[in-house]
Protein backbone atom coordinates (compact mmCIF):
# COMPACT_ATOMS: atom_id res chain seq x y z
CA UNK A 1 0.00 0.00 0.00
CA UNK A 2 3.14 2.44 1.12
CA UNK A 3 4.77 1.34 -2.46
CA UNK A 4 1.25 2.79 -4.15
CA UNK A 5 0.96 5.86 -2.20
CA UNK A 6 4.65 6.46 -3.19
CA UNK A 7 4.17 5.71 -6.85
CA UNK A 8 1.13 7.73 -6.83
CA UNK A 9 2.69 10.45 -5.37
CA UNK A 10 5.71 10.36 -8.00
CA UNK A 11 3.32 10.19 -10.97
CA UNK A 12 0.85 12.91 -9.89
CA UNK A 13 4.29 14.91 -9.27
CA UNK A 14 5.62 14.35 -13.22
CA UNK A 15 2.02 15.41 -13.89
CA UNK A 16 2.42 18.89 -12.64
CA UNK A 17 5.79 19.31 -13.60
CA UNK A 18 5.10 18.91 -17.03
CA UNK A 19 2.87 21.74 -16.97
CA UNK A 20 -0.75 19.98 -18.37
CA UNK A 21 -2.82 22.06 -15.59
CA UNK A 22 -5.40 22.94 -18.43
CA UNK A 23 -8.31 20.38 -18.07
CA UNK A 24 -8.66 19.70 -21.67
CA UNK A 25 -5.04 18.41 -21.78
CA UNK A 26 -4.86 14.32 -21.96
CA UNK A 27 -3.24 12.86 -19.10
CA UNK A 28 0.20 11.38 -20.13
CA UNK A 29 3.82 12.16 -18.84
CA UNK A 30 5.03 12.57 -22.40
CA UNK A 31 2.75 15.24 -22.87
CA UNK A 32 3.86 19.14 -23.85
CA UNK A 33 1.91 22.26 -23.51
CA UNK A 34 1.95 25.28 -25.19
CA UNK A 35 0.15 28.49 -24.36
CA UNK A 36 -0.25 31.06 -26.78
CA UNK A 37 -1.93 34.52 -25.56
CA UNK A 38 -0.82 37.29 -27.46
CA UNK A 39 -1.02 41.14 -26.66
CA UNK A 40 -1.99 43.99 -29.32
CA UNK A 41 0.93 42.40 -31.41
CA UNK A 42 -1.94 39.35 -31.76
CA UNK A 43 -3.50 39.25 -35.38
CA UNK A 44 -7.46 39.31 -35.44
CA UNK A 45 -9.94 41.50 -36.93
CA UNK A 46 -13.78 41.88 -37.38
CA UNK A 47 -16.06 43.02 -39.71
CA UNK A 48 -19.49 44.75 -39.41
CA UNK A 49 -22.43 44.57 -41.40
CA UNK A 50 -23.26 47.94 -41.03
CA UNK A 51 -21.54 50.19 -43.61
CA UNK A 52 -18.68 47.54 -44.35
CA UNK A 53 -17.08 48.74 -41.45
CA UNK A 54 -13.82 46.74 -40.78
CA UNK A 55 -11.11 46.97 -37.56
CA UNK A 56 -7.93 45.60 -36.92
CA UNK A 57 -7.66 46.71 -33.43
CA UNK A 58 -11.38 46.41 -31.99
CA UNK A 59 -11.07 45.24 -28.13
CA UNK A 60 -13.78 42.54 -29.22
CA UNK A 61 -14.11 39.93 -31.55
CA UNK A 62 -17.56 39.05 -31.54
CA UNK A 63 -20.45 41.67 -30.38
CA UNK A 64 -23.04 44.11 -30.70
CA UNK A 65 -22.85 47.32 -29.04
CA UNK A 66 -22.51 51.06 -29.36
CA UNK A 67 -18.92 53.06 -30.80
CA UNK A 68 -18.77 56.64 -31.61
CA UNK A 69 -22.34 56.89 -31.29
CA UNK A 70 -23.28 54.14 -33.59
CA UNK A 71 -24.63 50.77 -33.16
CA UNK A 72 -22.37 48.28 -33.96
CA UNK A 73 -22.97 44.59 -34.74
CA UNK A 74 -19.76 42.60 -35.89
CA UNK A 75 -20.57 40.24 -38.17
CA UNK A 76 -17.24 38.35 -38.49
CA UNK A 77 -14.29 37.75 -36.63
CA UNK A 78 -10.64 36.64 -37.51
CA UNK A 79 -8.14 35.58 -35.87
CA UNK A 80 -4.68 33.53 -36.07
CA UNK A 81 -1.80 32.72 -33.84
CA UNK A 82 1.84 31.96 -34.26
CA UNK A 83 2.37 28.12 -34.75
CA UNK A 84 5.92 28.46 -35.56
CA UNK A 85 6.52 27.81 -32.03
CA UNK A 86 4.88 23.98 -32.27
CA UNK A 87 8.10 21.95 -32.69
CA UNK A 88 8.12 20.36 -36.18
CA UNK A 89 7.46 16.41 -36.43
CA UNK A 90 5.03 16.53 -33.15
CA UNK A 91 1.62 15.11 -32.86
CA UNK A 92 -0.83 17.01 -32.02
CA UNK A 93 -3.23 15.86 -29.32
CA UNK A 94 -5.27 18.80 -28.22
CA UNK A 95 -5.58 22.08 -28.96
CA UNK A 96 -8.56 24.35 -27.12
CA UNK A 97 -8.74 28.24 -28.02
CA UNK A 98 -10.45 30.11 -24.90
CA UNK A 99 -12.60 33.17 -25.45
CA UNK A 100 -12.83 35.60 -22.52
CA UNK A 101 -16.67 37.54 -22.09
CA UNK A 102 -16.42 40.99 -21.44
CA UNK A 103 -18.47 41.09 -17.92
CA UNK A 104 -17.85 44.96 -17.37
CA UNK A 105 -19.19 46.12 -20.32
CA UNK A 106 -22.52 47.99 -20.80
CA UNK A 107 -25.36 45.74 -21.54
CA UNK A 108 -23.59 42.55 -19.94
CA UNK A 109 -25.78 42.42 -17.48
CA UNK A 110 -28.95 42.09 -19.76
CA UNK A 111 -28.45 38.82 -20.32
CA UNK A 112 -30.43 36.30 -18.58
CA UNK A 113 -28.58 34.03 -17.13
CA UNK A 114 -29.28 31.42 -19.37
CA UNK A 115 -27.77 33.37 -22.15
CA UNK A 116 -24.57 33.95 -20.12
CA UNK A 117 -24.11 30.44 -19.75
CA UNK A 118 -25.45 28.59 -23.00
CA UNK A 119 -25.42 31.12 -25.31
CA UNK A 120 -24.80 28.26 -28.51
CA UNK A 121 -24.65 31.64 -31.05
CA UNK A 122 -21.13 31.29 -32.75
CA UNK A 123 -19.07 28.69 -34.91
CA UNK A 124 -15.75 28.44 -36.10
CA UNK A 125 -13.55 27.75 -39.54
CA UNK A 126 -10.07 27.59 -40.61
CA UNK A 127 -9.56 30.29 -42.96
CA UNK A 128 -8.56 29.45 -46.08
CA UNK A 129 -6.69 32.74 -48.22
CA UNK A 130 -3.90 35.08 -46.33
CA UNK A 131 -5.12 38.34 -44.89
CA UNK A 132 -3.78 41.13 -43.18
CA UNK A 133 -4.24 42.54 -39.88
CA UNK A 134 -4.89 46.01 -40.93
CA UNK A 135 -5.23 45.85 -44.81
CA UNK A 136 -8.15 43.39 -46.00
CA UNK A 137 -10.79 44.30 -48.71
CA UNK A 138 -14.39 45.11 -45.96
CA UNK A 139 -16.33 44.07 -48.44
CA UNK A 140 -15.02 40.08 -49.01
CA UNK A 141 -15.51 37.82 -46.76
CA UNK A 142 -12.76 35.43 -46.58
CA UNK A 143 -13.06 31.97 -47.81
CA UNK A 144 -13.07 29.38 -45.25
CA UNK A 145 -12.72 25.57 -45.02
CA UNK A 146 -16.23 24.03 -44.90
CA UNK A 147 -15.60 20.98 -44.54
CA UNK A 148 -15.38 21.34 -40.94
CA UNK A 149 -17.28 23.82 -38.34
CA UNK A 150 -17.09 23.95 -34.80
CA UNK A 151 -20.20 25.06 -32.87
CA UNK A 152 -19.38 27.34 -29.27
CA UNK A 153 -20.07 24.92 -26.35
CA UNK A 154 -21.54 26.20 -23.25
CA UNK A 155 -19.72 29.11 -21.36
CA UNK A 156 -17.64 28.54 -18.14
CA UNK A 157 -18.61 29.81 -14.66
CA UNK A 158 -16.40 32.71 -14.92
CA UNK A 159 -18.27 33.32 -18.91
CA UNK A 160 -15.01 32.33 -20.75
CA UNK A 161 -15.72 30.03 -23.38
CA UNK A 162 -13.69 26.56 -24.02
CA UNK A 163 -13.89 25.65 -28.14
CA UNK A 164 -12.10 22.37 -29.19
CA UNK A 165 -10.72 23.36 -32.42
CA UNK A 166 -8.42 20.35 -32.39
CA UNK A 167 -9.23 19.13 -36.13
CA UNK A 168 -8.85 22.95 -37.53
CA UNK A 169 -5.38 23.20 -35.79
CA UNK A 170 -4.21 19.78 -36.70
CA UNK A 171 -5.26 20.54 -40.55
CA UNK A 172 -3.39 23.88 -40.00
CA UNK A 173 -0.37 22.93 -38.75
CA UNK A 174 0.02 19.80 -41.45
CA UNK A 175 -0.71 22.29 -44.48
CA UNK A 176 0.23 25.57 -43.28
CA UNK A 177 0.18 26.73 -47.20
CA UNK A 178 -3.83 25.89 -47.27
CA UNK A 179 -4.68 27.35 -43.57
CA UNK A 180 -4.47 31.08 -42.40
CA UNK A 181 -6.12 31.24 -38.92
CA UNK A 182 -9.86 31.41 -37.99
CA UNK A 183 -13.15 32.81 -38.94
CA UNK A 184 -15.64 32.65 -35.85
CA UNK A 185 -19.24 34.10 -37.07
CA UNK A 186 -22.71 34.30 -35.62
CA UNK A 187 -24.97 30.80 -37.06
CA UNK A 188 -27.49 31.99 -39.62
CA UNK A 189 -30.05 30.01 -37.97
CA UNK A 190 -29.89 32.40 -35.15
CA UNK A 191 -29.43 35.35 -36.96
CA UNK A 192 -31.83 34.69 -39.05
CA UNK A 193 -34.61 34.24 -36.51
CA UNK A 194 -34.30 37.18 -34.31
CA UNK A 195 -35.42 40.78 -34.90
CA UNK A 196 -32.38 42.83 -35.11
CA UNK A 197 -33.85 45.05 -32.34
CA UNK A 198 -33.67 41.73 -29.54
CA UNK A 199 -30.23 40.34 -30.95
CA UNK A 200 -28.07 39.52 -27.93
CA UNK A 201 -24.43 38.19 -28.05
CA UNK A 202 -21.32 37.96 -25.58
CA UNK A 203 -18.62 40.33 -26.43
CA UNK A 204 -15.86 38.16 -26.33
CA UNK A 205 -12.26 40.09 -26.41
CA UNK A 206 -9.92 39.98 -29.09
CA UNK A 207 -6.05 40.78 -28.31
CA UNK A 208 -6.26 44.36 -28.48
CA UNK A 209 -8.70 44.29 -25.17
CA UNK A 210 -7.23 46.88 -22.52
CA UNK A 211 -6.74 44.16 -20.09
CA UNK A 212 -5.00 41.79 -20.66
CA UNK A 213 -6.47 38.66 -18.82
CA UNK A 214 -9.33 38.71 -21.37
CA UNK A 215 -6.84 38.01 -24.58
CA UNK A 216 -7.93 35.06 -26.62
CA UNK A 217 -5.80 32.20 -25.43
CA UNK A 218 -4.64 28.53 -27.52
CA UNK A 219 -3.57 25.86 -25.77
CA UNK A 220 -1.85 22.92 -27.54
CA UNK A 221 -1.11 19.80 -26.27
CA UNK A 222 1.26 17.59 -28.43
CA UNK A 223 3.83 14.84 -28.32
CA UNK A 224 7.12 13.74 -29.78
Not at 52 to 70: L, S
Amino acid sequence: MKFLFLRSTIIFILFLLTGCSNPSCINELNQKILTLKPGAEGKDAVTSIYGGIYFGNDPFITGYYVKNGRQIYIDLGYIDFDLTRIPEGVKINKAILTLYADTTAPGFNNFNLEEKINPKLFAIQAVIQTWEEDNMDIDDRLLSSGEFRTDFPSNNPNYSCNIDITRLLQNQYQKPQNYFGFLIFMKRDYFEMLPEESMKNMRYCSSDHPDQKLHPELTICYEK
